[in-house]
Structures are given as C-alpha cells and as structure tokens.
T-cell receptor, first 115, second 114 residues
Framework: KQEVTQIPAALSVPEGENLVLNCSFTDSAIYNLQWFRQDPGKGLTSLLLIQSSQREQTSGRLNASLDKSSGRSTLYIAASQPGDSATYLCAVRPLGSSNTGKLIFGQGTTLQVKP | EAQVTQNPRYLITVTGKKLTVTCSQNMNHEYMSWYRQDPGLGLRQIYYSMNVEVTDKGDVPEGYKVSRKEKRNFPLILESPSPNQTSLYFC?????????????FGEGSRLTVL
C-alpha cells in the first residue's frame, strides 16, 4: 500500500532563507508526483508536476526533484518570502490495477516565513 | 481563466436533508474527481469519473452519489447527510485519461452537518 510522508510537519524560517521540503513515498511504481500549496481555508493550488520519467521541474523560485528509485522528492524554495507561508502537500499517482486516477497525499508541511 | 468552480463554498445543514454540491470546470477535462479532507486523515478520494456517463467509487464512497451527464459538471450528492460527513470537500479535474495529467482543484466546500 502506497504511503506518503512529509517531514517536518511544520517549519518556521526567516524571510530570505532558501529551504527544502521533503516528501517520501513507499512504492516507486508511480505515474507522477505533484506538489500543491494550500492556504488556510482555501483550495489546493498546483505548483509542480513531475512525471515518473523526469528528474526535476522548475517554476520561478520553486524547484522540485524526484528520485523514484529511493522514493523521495524535494521541493526547494529559493529566497523565501512571507507570502510563501502556507501548507505544502505532495501527492503521488500510483500505478496499478485500481486505475482510479487518484492521488495519494502526504499530511503536508506547514511553512511560516517570518518577516 | 481556467478553473474548477464549486458551490456552495460553505453550508450548514441538518441530518437527513438532501444536498448537492456542484462542480464545474471550463478546461474541457475528461477526468473529474471528488475528495474530502479531514484533520489527521488528509485527503481521500470519494468518487471519480473518467468521462461522461462513466463514474466509479473511490476510497470513501459511502453516503455519496455522483453523476456525469455533461463533461463540464460533476455534482456530489448527499442523499441523507450525517454528522460524519462534516468535512471540507474538493472537486478536481485533469486532462487526458487522468493518469499523467496535472490535477486542478476547486476552492473547496466546507460542509457542516448538525
């Protein structure tokens, strides 16, 4: 059974710091991995999608890497800003016969960037 | 603007009173899905739809119904809501078969059942 873990659960950093959020998954048989941002009481905003054949994706100050064989992904945020404060969720789409297209989510890392 | 729109965003209702949460996407996506988010349990899939008139159960379908009569709409129906269905609900859509496409989520619908 695929499980996704995000450590730490919470992180507080000063503005301007570069930071890394971690995501690990137990089964490397995945179609892709997607990183989301969720603001309190809001929906999920897609940040980056990495297909299983890719190693990394970049968007602005964000860079996500994928090491499928070791079951790990990292989200790198450069020059953090207070506006980056949110909960970051990673999710994998597993291969397999169920074919529901569902994502398996981690519990998220809540990031606070202090001015 | 490409988006997934859910209504209502907030709803307080009573046990047993039927309700429908609507979901509409303007991206011509074939795949749509409903999730619920609960503290400590994370996001779990309720139902999904591969295309018009094709729907199937996710991990937690009990107490819910869906329909997919049009490509853009995927309503979630609670025939007889119970307090354990108090949750934050998200609709999502994706292009293609749903396996490799990016999943886009709506803003969420917070439901309280008294």
């Amino acid at each position: 059974k695929q499980e996704v873990t995000q450590i730490p659960a919470a992180l507080s950093v000063p503005e301007g710091e570069n930071l890394v959020l971690n995501c690990s998954f137990t089964d490397s048989a995945i179609y892709n991995l997607q990183w989301f941002r969720q603001d309190p009481g809001k929906g999920l905003t897609s940040l980056l999608l990495i297909q299983s054949s890719q190693r990394e994706q970049t968007s602005g100050r964000l860079n996500a890497s994928l090491d499928k064989s070791s079951g790990r992904s990292t989200l790198y945020i450069a020059a953090s800003q207070p506006g980056d404060s949110a909960t970051y969720l990673c999710a994998v789409r597993p291969l397999g016969s169920s074919n529901t297209g569902k994502l398996i989510f981690g519990q998220g890392t809540t990031l606070q960037v202090k001015p | 603007e490409a988006q997934v729109t859910q209504n209502p965003r907030y709803l307080i209702t009573v046990t047993g009173k039927k309700l429908t949460v609507t979901c509409s996407q303007n991206m011509n996506h074939e795949y749509m899905s409903w999730y619920r988010q609960d503290p400590g349990l994370g996001l779990r899939q309720i139902y999904y739809s591969m295309n018009v008139e094709v729907t199937d159960k996710g991990d937690v379908p009990e107490g819910y119904k869906v329909s997919r009569k049009e490509k853009r709409n995927f309503p979630l129906i609670l025939e007889s809501p119970s307090p354990n269905q108090t949750s934050l609900y998200f609709c999502a859509s994706s292009s293609g078969t749903g396996w490799t496409g990016e999943l886009f989520f709506g803003e969420g619908s917070r439901l309280t059942v008294l």
